[in-house]
């Protein structure tokens, strides 16, 4: 029968595995003792999954099943019934925790309204690493997950969020980052302080800091690999940099000798906004609005 008031019953026990993010290393001997001893484990994908264990040295005794977004609604409620049957079913994805921009959400809502244990074994987050490695505040910060792929939608999303005062975690695919961070630029402003933290804990792991501007500037060029995004939170005083006042402060350094080449790229730099914006407002003189 479900349980709603919250209370455990049966011996059924769902585990939710954190997985490496990078580095097979990474993962605790509880994971190994939990792949080895387990009923089931759900894998968002098996093969991943078989090639864990074969670097991690275990052997996974229990029936493998996959368990990814395609199939996450059906095989939720399969699960569950294997749980009310008093077995152990670990999920596990291909990074990081089920559940966290992953499957495991539904998984775990049915299992805690069928009063089954729910448990996790922790694991490394490309969530923290990334704003542990960002250099922006800490103590205060809320996740995004992926923002949304159509321009509209992500515009409306990044608009709600243009005020928010908490440090911002996003995930997002390398072939829409350079839209994002320019989509970022405009909401938030060019200059807002970000991240672009690629492949964590990998042999190629890079963080570019700097302003948005600069950052959809730089990742226009192309970007490859896993990406997490951190975003400073809006600063009550912050302003948006004045593009006329930009120009003009370029024209007032050519005047004294400066190349324009040399100003545009110390005034964008400063003012944290692309080299190629600012150039080209400068190309086309203050506006007459």
Same mark, same amino acid.
């Given at each position: 029968?479900?349980?709603?008031?919250?209370?455990?019953?049966?011996?059924?026990?769902?585990?939710?595995?954190?997985?490496?993010?990078?580095?097979?290393?990474?993962?605790?001997?509880?994971?190994?003792?939990?792949?080895?001893?387990?009923?089931?484990?759900?894998? +968002?994908?098996?093969?991943?999954?078989?090639? #864990?264990?074969?670097?991690?040295?275990?052997?996974?005794?229990?029936?493998? &099943?996959s368990y990814y977004d395609a199939n996450e609604a059906?095989?939720?409620?399969?699960? $569950?019934?294997?749980?009310?049957?008093?077995?152990?079913?670990? $999920?596990?994805?291909? *990074?990081?925790?089920?559940?966290?921009?992953?499957?495991?959400?539904?998984?775990?809502?049915?299992?805690? +309204? *069928?009063? &089954?244990? $729910?448990?996790?074994?922790?694991?490394?987050?490309? &969530?923290?690493? *990334?704003?542990?490695?960002?250099?922006?505040?800490?103590?205060?910060?809320?996740?995004?997950?992926?923002p949304p792929r159509k321009p509209g939608e992500r515009?409306?999303?990044?608009?709600?969020?243009? @005020?928010?005062?908490?440090?911002?975690?996003?995930?997002?695919?390398?072939?829409?980052?350079?839209?994002? #961070?320019?989509?970022?630029?405009?909401?938030?402003?060019?200059?807002?302080?970000?991240?672009?933290?690629?492949?964590?804990?990998?042999?190629?792991?890079?963080?570019?800091?700097?302003? #948005?501007?600069?950052? *959809?500037?730089?990742?226009?060029?192309?970007?490859?690999?896993?990406?997490?995004? %951190? %975003?400073?939170?809006?600063?009550?005083?912050? %302003?948006?940099?004045?593009?006329?006042?930009?120009? @003009?402060?370029? +024209?007032?350094?050519?005047?004294?000798?400066?190349?324009?080449?040399?100003? &545009?790229?110390? $005034?964008?730099?400063?003012?944290?906004?692309?080299?190629?914006?600012?150039?080209?407002?400068?190309?086309?003189?203050?506006?007459?609005?």
């Amino acid at each position: 029968m479900p349980c709603h008031n919250g209370q455990v019953t049966g011996d059924g026990r769902l585990v939710l595995a954190g997985a490496p993010i990078g580095q097979a290393g990474d993962v605790s001997p509880r994971l190994r003792d939990a792949l080895a001893s387990a009923d089931v484990v759900a894998a +968002e994908d098996t093969r991943r999954l078989r090639r #864990l264990a074969a670097e991690l040295g275990v052997e996974i005794p229990g029936r493998v &099943v996959s368990y990814y977004d395609a199939n996450e609604a059906g095989r939720a409620q399969e699960l $569950v019934e294997t749980l009310r049957e008093g077995r152990t079913v670990v $999920v596990i994805t291909d *990074a990081g925790m089920p559940g966290v921009s992953d499957p495991g959400y539904r998984l775990t809502r049915l299992a805690v +309204e *069928a009063g &089954v244990r $729910v448990t996790a074994l922790p694991g490394p987050s490309a &969530v923290t690493t *990334a704003l542990a490695v960002s250099g922006l505040p800490s103590d205060r910060f809320c996740f995004e997950g992926f923002p949304p792929r159509k321009p509209g939608e992500r515009a409306r999303r990044l608009e709600s969020l243009a @005020a928010e005062e908490r440090t911002m975690v996003f995930f997002e695919a390398p072939h829409r980052l350079a839209d994002t #961070l320019q989509a970022m630029a405009e909401a938030f402003g060019p200059a807002r302080p970000a991240a672009v933290c690629r492949e964590l804990t990998k042999t190629y792991e890079e963080v570019r800091r700097g302003g #948005l501007g600069e950052l *959809a500037a730089w990742a226009a060029q192309g970007v490859k690999g896993e990406i997490t995004l %951190v %975003v400073a939170g809006f600063a009550p005083g912050d %302003v948006v940099p004045d593009m006329d006042d930009l120009v @003009a402060e370029v +024209e007032r350094r050519t005047a004294t000798g400066v190349p324009r080449k040399t100003a &545009v790229a110390d $005034v964008a730099k400063a003012a944290g906004v692309p080299k190629r914006e600012l150039y080209d407002a400068v190309h086309r003189g203050p506006s007459t609005a």
